[in-house]
């Protein structure tokens, strides 16, 4: 066991009524990794203007202590102030906790991982493990993600995980899934999967922030273009600024569409359970773990081709929009929806193999063999 493991991210936490809460997909993955660990220090935002949103969760373990700094980060000349005033604040937060860290975590592409990074190469010889969530591709990714990816591979000293396998992929860069599905997810996703008919009219579900860069507009406009009787129900999980637009935008399909906002974990699956597609026409992605979520219980991804989701979504397992194609996502979607119900129980059953990657317990075996040794 190692004594004491240190998390430099930008995850939102706050405290609250005697606990500690943070982004609730992030808390089930730490607190399955706590105990190979005596102490665990995890650094993230303050992020009290969540208090009500149903993705945040307690965090149980008791020997995980929180440490928070404001939130930087957008974009115009205050906020690139606000982050040049802040980064000095940071750097002595998150040095004073490196010093007697015997394993480092950090969660990029992030300011406060950055900074992590820079440390690395002060300390060489502590266990870095850097998780670069976003997408290896260098050509969806902003700036500073692709700088912080190039740093990343030039710091051959440390462990850098991420999503899906890349040509020409560093020997220190370690494909790596992420955790969201347990035995017992799986479990009983078999029995739901084996149950589920694909006969019109369908379920779909979409999750994820409601913006354009998640393809919300293109999915919007594809349902536009798709046969009434074809749809059953379309959920929508998730929020953001442009809500009431897309609410309005959809308002012809009157009961047949649903806007949950923020759902918890619990929730999140008790609709991937009744669902029959998951549409997801991100512009950019590293992988979704919506997707093994979904695949889990046999829901058949409708996705883009960003990311790492072509490494595991194909044509045998889902139906990939080419976003460098003409075609539109709507002639992808009436496929998917116009198929036969042999060949969509037989996809459906192909994509909750996929599922089984993602799990805690595989997850935990690859940190121990790779990494945490």
Same mark, same amino acid.
């Given at each position: 066991?190692?004594?004491?493991?240190?998390?430099?991210?930008?995850?939102? *936490?706050?405290?609250?009524?005697?606990?500690?809460?943070?982004?609730?997909?992030?808390?089930?993955?730490?607190?399955?990794?706590?105990?190979?660990?005596?102490?665990?220090?995890?650094?993230?935002?303050?992020?009290?203007?969540?208090?009500?949103?149903?993705?945040?969760?307690?965090?149980?373990?008791?020997?995980?202590?929180?440490?928070?700094?404001?939130?930087?980060?957008?974009?115009?000349?205050?906020?690139?102030?606000?982050?040049? &005033?802040?980064?000095? &604040? *940071?750097?002595?937060?998150?040095?004073?906790?490196?010093?007697?860290?015997?394993?480092?975590?950090?969660?990029?592409?992030?300011?406060?991982?950055?900074?992590?990074?820079?440390?690395?190469?002060?300390?060489?010889?502590? &266990?870095?493990?850097?998780?670069?969530?976003?997408?290896?591709?260098?050509?969806?990714?902003?700036?500073?993600?692709?700088?912080?990816?190039?740093?990343?591979?030039?710091?051959?000293?440390?462990?850098?995980?991420?999503?899906?396998?890349?040509?020409?992929?560093?020997?220190?860069?370690?494909?790596?899934?992420?955790?969201?599905?347990?035995?017992?997810?799986?479990?009983?996703?078999?029995?739901?999967?084996?149950?589920?008919?694909?006969?019109?009219?369908?379920?779909?579900?979409?999750?994820?922030?409601?913006?354009?860069?998640?393809? *919300?507009?293109?999915?919007?406009?594809?349902?536009?273009?798709?046969?009434?009787?074809?749809?059953?129900?379309?959920?929508?999980?998730?929020?953001?600024?442009?809500?009431?637009?897309?609410?309005?935008?959809?308002?012809?399909?009157?009961?047949?569409?649903?806007?949950?906002?923020?759902?918890?974990?619990?929730?999140?699956?008790?609709?991937?359970?009744?669902?029959?597609?998951?549409?997801?026409?991100?512009?950019?992605?590293?992988?979704?773990?919506?997707?093994?979520?979904?695949?889990?219980?046999?829901?058949?991804? &409708?996705?883009?081709?960003?990311?790492?989701?072509?490494?595991?979504?194909?044509?045998?397992?889902?139906?990939?929009?080419?976003?460098?194609?003409?075609?539109?996502?709507?002639?992808?979607?009436?496929?998917?929806?116009?198929?036969?119900?042999?060949?969509?129980?037989?996809?459906?059953?192909?994509?909750?193999?996929?599922?089984?990657?993602?799990?805690?317990?595989?997850?935990?075996?690859?940190?121990?063999?790779?990494?945490?040794?």
């Amino acid at each position: 066991m190692y004594k004491k493991l240190v998390i430099v991210s930008d995850t939102a *936490m706050y405290f609250h009524n005697g606990a500690w809460f943070g982004f609730s997909p992030v808390v089930a993955e730490i607190e399955y990794i706590a105990p190979k660990f005596q102490e665990i220090i995890w650094i993230g935002y303050n992020r009290m203007d969540l208090l009500s949103n149903q993705t945040m969760q307690a965090i149980q373990s008791k020997h995980i202590k929180c440490v928070t700094f404001e939130k930087i980060g957008g974009k115009g000349f205050f906020a690139i102030l606000k982050i040049v &005033v802040h980064y000095p &604040v *940071m750097f002595w937060i998150i040095g004073k906790h490196l010093w007697t860290a015997s394993v480092i975590h950090t969660r990029a592409p992030s300011h406060p991982a950055f900074i992590a990074m820079l440390f690395s190469i002060v300390f060489p010889k502590k &266990v870095w493990w850097h998780k670069f969530a976003g997408s290896w591709d260098n050509a969806t990714l902003p700036f500073f993600y692709k700088f912080q990816k190039q740093f990343l591979i030039l710091l051959q000293h440390t462990n850098v995980t991420l999503n899906g396998t890349w040509p020409g992929q560093p020997q220190h860069c370690l494909s790596f899934e992420n955790p969201c599905l347990t035995g017992q997810h799986l479990q009983n996703g078999l029995t739901i999967t084996a149950a589920k008919n694909f006969t019109a009219p369908f379920t779909l579900v979409f999750v994820g922030r409601l913006e354009k860069a998640k393809g *919300m507009d293109v999915l919007l406009q594809a349902l536009q273009n798709c046969p009434e009787q074809l749809l059953h129900k379309v959920h929508f999980i998730g929020d953001g600024p442009q809500r009431f637009r897309y609410e309005k935008a959809t308002a012809y399909l009157k009961n047949k569409v649903q806007f949950h906002g923020f759902l918890n974990s619990e929730q999140v699956h008790t609709l991937l359970a009744t669902s029959h597609f998951l549409v997801l026409p991100s512009l950019s992605e590293g992988f979704p773990k919506v997707i093994a979520e979904a695949a889990c219980y046999g829901v058949i991804p &409708v996705v883009s081709n960003v990311g790492a989701i072509p490494h595991y979504v194909n044509a045998t397992n889902g139906f990939v929009w080419n976003l460098q194609a003409s075609i539109p996502f709507e002639t992808v979607l009436l496929t998917a929806l116009q198929a036969s119900e042999t060949s969509l129980k037989a996809q459906s059953k192909a994509i909750q193999t996929v599922a089984e990657s993602f799990t805690f317990e595989h997850y935990l075996q690859k940190v121990t063999a790779k990494i945490v040794k």
